[in-house]
């Protein structure tokens, strides 16, 4: 498990379909935004995937921009977190380095 020492970002740049990190330990993660949105750590978020699917929603505008999701902005918080504003303008996802890194492992 990474410690708080090694979970640093070189750096962090947008990539094609999605966000690539590379670590101060050598690890390089790529994280696709369709999979970053999926697991945004908001609260909304975390509510919305204990739900049971509902087979009568409605496809809204938001659904189809939430297939091709796209970071508008990544807002450093403080030296171990950025939140995104997605252009579905859902912006209160909080991404802690330790979670972004988590993300890109393999599960
Ligand atoms: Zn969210």
Not at 19 to 34: E, K, M
Not at 61 to 74: E, G, N, T
């Given at each position: 498990?990474?410690?708080?020492?090694?979970?640093?970002?070189?750096?962090?740049?947008?990539?094609?379909?999605?966000?690539?990190?590379?670590?101060?330990?050598?690890?390089?993660?790529?994280?696709?935004?369709?999979?970053?949105?999926?697991?945004?750590?908001?609260?909304?978020?975390?509510?919305?995937?204990?739900?049971?699917?509902d087979?009568?929603?409605?496809?809204?505008?938001?659904?189809?921009?939430?297939?091709?999701?796209?970071?508008?902005?990544?807002?450093?918080?403080?030296?171990?977190?950025?939140?995104?504003?997605?252009n579905?303008?859902?912006?209160?996802?909080?991404?802690?380095?330790?979670?972004?890194?988590?993300?890109?492992?393999?599960?």
């Open positions: 498990m990474a410690d708080g020492v090694t979970l640093k970002p070189l750096s962090l740049k947008r990539d094609g379909d999605g966000l690539t990190i590379h670590w101060a330990d050598g690890v390089v993660s790529h994280l696709p935004f369709r999979l970053l949105r999926k697991q945004c750590p908001c609260a909304t978020c975390n509510e919305e995937r204990q739900k049971p699917p087979p009568f929603r409605i496809i809204t505008d938001k659904d189809i921009l939430a297939a091709s999701p796209q970071p508008k902005q990544m807002i450093p918080r403080g030296h171990y977190a950025y939140q995104i504003v997605w579905d303008g859902h912006d209160t996802g909080i991404y802690t380095l330790e979670y972004l890194r988590k993300l890109g492992e393999p599960a």
